[in-house]
């Protein structure tokens, strides 16, 4: 199994990172319980908890997270934001913007851009369908937060079951080419870090580039919210809270702060 390269641990932990410690290990259940685990027992922000495979790792709405060992990038972000404590709903959204912000680099010639929340989505170009890369799970520990990244980072030899063949992707695919992992983990590091320090003093402020990155504004939604009731209508809006406003056929606009959206077409 291939671990961080200690210079980018060293880099992390010693450099001007807000990183406190690097935790690693070959495979676990989910580097999200590993860091909830640490919050329990009271370790400082900002920790940072990784994996090579996951074997119990879940997305939003409980869904399962798996991946083959070594094609994802797998970490979990221990935080204890309690200046911003009144705003944590945008964190979930704070941490894609700052994923997609990290990827693009990696990707000079593809759209880069994220379904609401927070869904990382890829295309080489205008021609292609967007698809998923990665997916973000925020959860609340007693006074802190954990955000776990799960993105595809090569999948190009990854046979896939037959719900993801048509939308799931990865980084390398993309780019057509390799993609390094620990790279794409530095620069969402500093990323983060950036974001995070300024979204604390002023917590909306990051919402203009998050917007800017939101493939679902514009588009016709269907949003399945937890209790399994459903919202349609066209998506005008990421409100200060960070809901997703709604437009519905008879005018009505309704604000959704959670659930599962789809597009009705990811292709444009």
């Known amino acids: 199994m291939n671990g961080p390269p200690e210079a980018l641990v060293r880099a992390l932990v ?10 690693w290990q070959d495979r676990t259940p989910s580097t999200n319980l590993r860091a909830a ?5 009271g370790d400082p922000e900002i920790g940072l908890f990784l994996t090579d495979e996951q074997t119990a ?5 409980d869904r399962t997270w798996q991946a083959p060992a070594g094609t994802s990038l797998l970490a979990s972000l221990l935080l204890r934001p309690a200046a911003a404590a009144p705003h944590l709903r945008l964190l979930p959204l704070l941490a894609g913007l700052a994923l997609a912000e990290a990827v693009a680099p990696h990707l000079p010639d593809a759209d880069v851009a994220l379904k609401w929340p927070n869904d990382l989505l890829l295309r080489p170009d205008h021609a292609h369908p967007w698809r998923k890369a990665a997916g973000i799970l925020v959860e609340l520990v007693g006074d802190a937060g954990v955000v776990g990244v799960g993105c595809n980072v090569d999948w190009r030899d990854v046979a896939r079951p037959p719900e993801l063949a ?6 390398a695919e993309v780019a ?5 992992r620990w790279r794409v983990l530095a620069g969402f590091i500093g990323v983060f870090g950036r974001r ?3 979204w604390k003093q002023l917590p909306v402020e990051f919402l203009d580039a998050y ?4 493939a679902t504004l514009g588009r016709q939604v269907r949003v399945t919210r937890g209790d399994g009731a459903t919202v349609e209508g066209l998506a005008v809006a990421v409100g200060a809270d960070g809901a997703l406003l709604v437009r519905g056929a008879d005018r009505r606009t309704t604000a959704v702060s959670a659930g599962d959206v789809t597009h009705a ?4």
């Open 14 to 23: 010693d450099g001007p990172s807000a990183i406190v410690a690097v935790d």
């Open 37 to 41: 685990e640490a919050a329990r027992a």
């Open 57 to 61: 790792g879940r997305g939003r709405l």
């Open 166 to 171: 048509a939308t799931a992707t990865s980084l």
């Open 176 to 180: 057509a080419g390799d993609v390094d």
């Open 196 to 198: 995070y320090t300024a």
């Open 211 to 214: 917007r800017g990155r939101c």
């Open 265 to 268: 077409t990811l292709g444009g």
